[in-house]
């Protein structure tokens, strides 16, 4: 129990839930990475909890990498135009990229990003996400492994943030109108 709790008016996915997920996506990553080592490539800073629990979830090795973008545009939407303030430390020229990010929202961010990594000549891209909003389908972005589809409503912890608390949370909430000053 922490003191945060009290600002979420409703758990939208449980910490049991996320960890059964992260055990059946493992699974799938693992089946279908049998002969290749993945590169977790961890879009800073919201798939950091994410990235860590699938990891060690995974039976077979990975290496990890960070990347931190930010989309230019209000604080609630993104606008597409992504500026990258932490690049990856190696060169990922034919290496098997797993791209892990929280949540999926219009998609225009890792839509961009797929562009960006794929221009690299990787052996492979792929995605795995933790959560996915209905609007995401307005942006064509082949996600192979989506944990929850939620609805639209803006939701913190496990990584995921408002104004840079809450993502401690062991799972995932509804934030209380007053937190926002409503
Ligand atoms: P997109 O480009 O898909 O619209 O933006 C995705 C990014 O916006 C996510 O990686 C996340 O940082 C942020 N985001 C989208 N929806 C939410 C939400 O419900 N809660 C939080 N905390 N961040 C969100
Ligand atoms: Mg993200
Ligand atoms: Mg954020």
């Given at each position: 129990?922490?003191?945060?709790?009290?600002?979420?008016?409703?758990?939208?996915?449980?910490?049991?839930?996320?960890q059964s997920k992260i055990t059946e996506l493992a699974a799938r990553i693992d089946a279908d990475y049998a002969?290749?080592?993945?590169?977790?490539?961890?879009?800073?800073?919201g798939a950091v909890m994410f990235m860590s629990d699938l990891a060690r979830e995974l039976s077979r090795p990975s290496t990890m990498e960070f990347m931190a973008c930010s989309s230019y545009g209000s604080n609630t939407t993104s606008s597409g135009v992504v500026r990258i303030l932490k690049d990856l430390d190696r060169d990922v020229t034919g290496l098997d990229i797993l791209i892990v990010e929280d949540i999926i929202d219009s998609g225009l961010t890792l839509s961009w990003l797929l562009k960006n990594l794929q221009a690299r000549n990787p052996a492979s891209v792929e995605v795995v996400a933790l959560l996915r909003k209905p609007d995401a389908i307005k942006v064509q972005v082949p996600v192979k492994y989506v944990g929850f589809d939620i609805p639209n409503e803006f939701v913190v912890g496990y990584g995921l943030d408002y104004a840079e608390r809450y993502r401690d949370l062991p799972y995932i909430g509804r934030l209380r109108p007053s937190v926002y000053g409503g």
């Open positions: 129990m922490s003191v945060l709790d009290d600002d979420i008016e409703a758990t939208v996915v449980s910490t049991e839930e996320i002969d290749r080592e993945p590169l977790l490539v961890g879009v800073l800073k």
